[in-house]
Each structure stands twice: as C-alpha cells, then as structure tokens.
C-alpha cells in the first residue's frame, strides 16, 4: 500500500468545563491512504467533529501530531479539501464563483481552466442549474452541494467532509457519494464523518468513534 496522505498519531484535544476536564478527541492514531473512503461513524457528541477539524487544522491538538501532503504547520488548501457541516459558502457570491475560490487561490495556473472546471463539478452533484444563482437564494441541500463542488473541483489529494449528505434526499445522496468515488478513484484520500446509512455502501473502511476513542 502506499504512504498514507493523512496521518494523526496520538491525536488529544480536551477543554475543561468548570473542574472537570473533557476530552472529546483522546489519542486518535489515523491513517488514511491515496483511494480510500473512511467513514467514521458514532453517537452525537462522541466527537466527530472535533476530531475532523484538528485533521484538517480547523483546530491544533494539545497532544499529537497531524501530517498532511507536503508537510508544514497547516495543510496546502490544494492539497486539502473540506466540506464542513456549517458549509461555509459566501451568500454574496453565485454558486459558481464559490466553487471556483480554491482554483482561484492556486498559483499552479489551474485557473485558466476553472469555467470548465467549476461547471463539471456542479455537474457532478447536480448543481449545474445552479451555477449563476446566488448562494443565499438556494436551499440548504443545494447548498450542501455547492460546497461539495467547491471541495471536488481542484482535485485535492484529501478531502475531508462532516455529514456531507445531511441534507440530501436519497437520489442526490447518492449522486455526491458518486462524486466522492469518481475522486477517490483518481487517487484522492477521503475521509467522512456522518450517520447517514448510505455512507458505509461507498466506503472502504468504517471505524467507529465512542467517547474520543476510536475502533473498527
């Protein structure tokens, strides 16, 4: 198997709530490889979330270490790819311009294709329609989408999504899981989070998460 493009290695996050100390993420040891899909499931509050926020450097661990492509304190965003549950897109923009932000930010010259590319991926999760309307005159399952899009279209090496089908009927679940096959089969390491029973038919691996600790 090759190197795995997103490692965490005895991963800790804690805060203290009055005398009590909390630990929602408690010595995570991850790896994820080029071409998986790993789904990590488990109750709410079992912390999910926080745990996929410090993996893509949304947070820093108070003990632990996380590895990204290309090294440094925070991952390359054209390396990384999100798709947090608070989405967040930009209401003032129109569903293409959101998609297109990380091509826009590449220095590699991905932009002089970023039309092309930003219509193909909305495609891909049946926002096409969508493409010149204003982010805060779409629904939230739109929405969604869009940013699924925003994270697909620069073809990132790890994408990372919190309940990326949460507000999805079952066919445009199933047309974003499609999306993320098409990605992983390019070679892309994808990590998911969620409890959508739809999510364990498209992964590789499923590990569950119980009081910050993690099993298979």
Do not use: Y
Request: charged share 20%; proline share 5%; hydrophobic share 45%.
């Amino acid at each position: 198997m090759s190197e795995p493009l997103l490692v965490a290695t005895g991963v800790r996050k804690w805060f203290m709530s009055g005398d009590e100390r909390v630990t929602p993420v408690d010595g995570i040891d991850l790896a994820v490889h080029a071409g998986e899909i790993v789904l990590i499931t488990g109750p709410s509050g079992s912390g999910k979330t926080t745990l996929l926020q410090l993996l893509v450097g949304f947070q820093r661990p108070d003990e632990g270490d996380v590895s990204w492509p290309g090294g440094g304190d925070t991952p390359s965003w054209s390396a990384v790819a999100v798709v947090p549950q608070s989405l967040g897109l930009l209401d003032e923009l129109t569903a293409a311009e959101n998609v297109a932000l990380p091509l826009l930010a590449r220095p590699d010259g991905v932009a002089r294709d970023a039309a092309a590319r930003v219509a193909m991926a909305l495609t891909a999760v049946d926002a096409g329609a969508l493409a010149d309307r204003l982010v805060g005159e779409t629904s939230l399952g739109q929405q969604q989408r869009i940013a699924v899009a925003r994270a697909l279209v620069g073809h990132p090496l790890v994408i990372v999504a919190d309940e990326l089908t949460s507000h999805q009927d079952g066919d445009h679940a199933r047309e974003v899981l499609q999306a993320l096959q098409t990605a992983a089969q390019r070679g892309a390491a994808c990590l998911i989070a969620g409890h959508d029973p739809l999510l364990a038919t498209v992964a590789t691996r499923v590990l569950h998460l119980q009081s910050g600790r993690l099993a298979s």
